[in-house]
């Protein structure tokens, strides 16, 4: 499988680049190298020279006949190989365990920087309170600030008692005119009010007086007119006769 890339080339271009492998792939063939010591270098692997050793060896023992020499040549060079073949892994098992190692110490400091964060994240939260309970508290402070400043500004109790004695003799003072007012504006009222029946019972009167007369100069005007009705018949009588 191959895997597509890009870089950038010296003068700012940027330039497709192909992969062989894939990152999956790069780990199964790196293990693979580690395990059986194979490189893409020059020169056999080491795992296929010890098993050719090892081989060689074993056919050379199956053969029947004095090959003692042989058998002692070819295990010796066995044994070289083998030894060869081990101080590599021994050198990856050392590398192993430093990693290993330097895994745990990752993981150990890893640990505590995450104890640090979250320590400090516990810290910020309480810096964040405190920094809320003093800015109440500044307010708190610049509010009695301004209350003790308005109440500097004031006058002495002295003087303030003196004035209030003195509105507090003002205002008994309004509310006697007050009062006084008070009953001189009843009794104008019921002042008024009589006037005012006084005038009605003359109204009446005067308007009953006047139906009266109105009535009188009726009554005279009709005795006049049959008065006069009277004279005529007697005078028409008269000529008559």
Same mark, same amino acid.
């Given at each position: =499988?191959? !895997?597509?890339?890009?870089?950038? /080339?010296?003068?700012?271009?940027?330039?497709?680049?192909?992969?062989? $492998?894939?990152?999956?792939?790069?780990?199964?063939? +790196?293990?693979?190298?580690?395990?059986?010591?194979?490189?893409?270098?020059?020169?056999?692997?080491?795992?296929?020279?010890?098993?050719?050793? $090892?081989?060689?060896?074993?056919?050379?023992?199956?053969?029947?006949?004095?090959?003692?020499?042989? *058998?002692?040549?070819?295990?010796?060079?066995?044994?070289?190989?083998?030894?060869?073949?081990?101080?590599?892994?021994?050198?990856?098992? @050392?590398? +192993?365990?430093?990693?290993?190692?330097?895994?745990?110490?990752?993981?150990?400091?890893?640990?505590?920087?995450?104890?640090? +964060?979250?320590?400090?994240?516990?810290?910020?939260?309480?810096?964040?309170?405190?920094?809320?309970?003093?800015?109440?508290?500044?307010?708190?402070?610049?509010? *009695? #600030?301004?209350?003790?400043?308005?109440? !500097? @500004? %004031?006058?002495?109790?002295?003087?303030?008692?003196?004035?209030?004695?003195?509105? #507090?003799?003002?205002?008994? /003072?309004?509310?006697?005119?007050?009062?006084?007012?008070?009953?001189?504006?009843?009794?104008?009222?019921?002042? $008024? @009010?009589?006037?005012?029946?006084?005038?009605?019972?003359?109204?009446?009167?005067?308007? #009953?007086? %006047?139906?009266?007369?109105?009535?009188? =100069?009726?009554?005279?005007?009709?005795?006049?007119?049959?008065?006069?009705?009277?004279? /005529?018949?007697?005078?028409? !009588? =008269? @000529?008559?006769?």
């Amino acid at each position: =499988m191959l !895997a597509k890339g890009r870089k950038v /080339s010296g003068r700012g271009e940027t330039v497709a680049a192909n992969y062989a $492998f894939g990152p999956q792939e790069d780990d199964i063939i +790196i293990k693979h190298r580690l395990l059986t010591r194979t490189t893409t270098t020059r020169g056999e692997p080491p795992l296929k020279k010890l098993q050719k050793k $090892f081989t060689s060896f074993i056919l050379e023992v199956e053969k029947e006949g004095d090959n003692y020499n042989d *058998c002692a040549k070819l295990a010796k060079a066995f044994s070289q190989e083998l030894s060869a073949f081990e101080i590599p892994l021994l050198k990856s098992k @050392a590398v +192993i365990d430093a990693n290993l190692r330097e895994k745990e110490n990752f993981n150990e400091l890893k640990d505590k920087i995450n104890k640090q +964060i979250f320590q400090a994240r516990v810290d910020i939260e309480d810096l964040k309170k405190q920094l809320e309970e003093s800015k109440v508290e500044r307010k708190h402070k610049e509010e *009695c #600030e301004a209350i003790r400043k308005l109440i !500097a @500004a %004031q006058p002495p109790r002295t003087e303030t008692q003196k004035i209030i004695t003195e509105l #507090e003799k003002e205002i008994a /003072s309004l509310d006697a005119e007050n009062t006084a007012g008070s009953r001189l504006l009843e009794l104008r009222k019921k002042q $008024f @009010a009589l006037l005012l029946h006084v005038v009605d019972e003359l109204q009446n009167t005067i308007e #009953e007086e %006047q139906k009266n007369l109105i009535e009188e =100069m009726r009554t005279a005007t009709e005795e006049q007119k049959n008065g006069i009705e009277d004279a /005529s018949g007697s005078s028409e !009588a =008269m @000529a008559t006769d």
